[in-house]
């Protein structure tokens, strides 16, 4: 019985080989952060090891994401890494989402809580895990960016819209 358990476990792994997510590689660069923002080296270097995985139109790929159904984990992560902040889409969004994001940026890289530590474990990707002084280069630049945008646009085009209270349910 356990022998023939086994088998279908195999013959079920072998099939879900074939069944690939789409991935994320179209590197459109139309609205790129860069466009908009001056990048420099340092910053870009930082963003490229560890952010850009997850966070922009360009995934690279390690060699178990050909791997199922490790892709489909894979490709949900960076799915919703690009919901929460897309650098290639940034300058897209309106000025007041922008700010806000730079502020979130500050806010994860300060208290640690990016990279997700589940892009680093087992010894994965260890060039993506930030020292101090590459957090304050990423702090340090998102907030020249926020300064620059509070200096050029009125007050109100960076304040995030609010949401309206949805009526009690009777």
């Known amino acids: 019985m356990i022998k023939k358990i086994l088998i279908a476990l195999g013959i079920i792994l072998i099939l879900i080989q074939f069944i690939r997510p789409e991935k994320n590689e179209s590197n459109d660069q139309t609205y790129d952060i860069s466009t908009k923002y001056p990048m420099p080296e340092d910053v870009n270097q930082i963003l490229k090891v560890s952010c850009n995985d997850c966070h922009t139109n360009k995934t690279r790929y390690p060699w178990y994401s050909n791997v199922q159904p490790v892709a489909w984990w894979l490709n949900d992560h960076v799915k919703d890494g690009k919901r929460h902040l897309n650098f290639s889409e940034f300058t897209k969004m309106p000025l007041a989402f922008q700010n806000h994001k730079l502020e979130e940026t500050i806010d994860m890289v300060k208290k640690k809580e990016m990279p997700l530590s589940e892009y680093t474990y087992f010894g994965l990707h260890n060039e993506a895990n930030l020292t101090?002084?590459?957090?304050?280069?990423?702090?340090?630049?998102?907030?020249?960016?926020?300064?620059?945008?509070?200096?050029?646009?009125?007050?109100?085009?960076?304040?995030m819209p609010k949401r309206p209270v949805p009526p009690p349910s009777k």
């Open 132 to 159: 101090d002084a590459q957090r304050k280069t990423i702090i340090d630049w998102a907030e020249a960016q926020m300064t620059y945008l509070k200096n050029t646009y009125p007050a109100d085009s960076l304040k």
